[in-house]
């Protein structure tokens, strides 16, 4: 069984930065792809960043190119989201999510808030 939580999240102005973490805990964790993912008030779930866990490999969303920066320590099972030069429409929950073999796990969620 994989556990994911999240840590990070708070209330930053708009130009801030927040750095987000997701520490995976389970007997043996080998993720294909870690990723993080957000959903806003009356939204769906969005797609934000991902990381190949072996290669490093990342794909972002176009709305955080340049802005965010995925990134993971292997050694930790922990991935990270490096966020800049926030913005209002940035306002969500943001999740963490491991792709193993064949099955989704995610984390309960951080609350990230951008004011203007």
């Known amino acids: 069984q994989v556990q994911l939580v999240e840590s990070g999240g708070g209330l930053v102005q708009a130009g801030g930065s927040l750095r987000l973490s997701c520490a995976a805990s389970?007997?043996?964790?080998?993720?294909?792809?870690m990723g993080w993912f957000r959903q806003a008030p009356g939204k769906e779930r969005e797609f934000v960043a991902a990381?190949?866990?072996?290669?490093?490999?990342?794909v972002y969303a176009d709305s955080v190119k340049g802005r965010f920066t995925i990134s993971r320590d292997n050694a930790k099972n922990t991935v990270f989201l490096q966020m800049n030069s926030l913005k209002p429409e940035d306002t969500a929950v943001y999740y963490c999510?491991?792709?193993?073999?064949?099955?989704?796990?995610w984390g309960q969620g951080t609350q990230v808030t951008v004011s203007s």
């Open positions: 389970g007997r043996t964790f080998s993720p294909y792809v």
């Open positions: 999510n491991a792709r193993v073999k064949t099955l989704d796990y």
């Open positions: 990381i190949i866990w072996s290669a490093g490999s990342t």
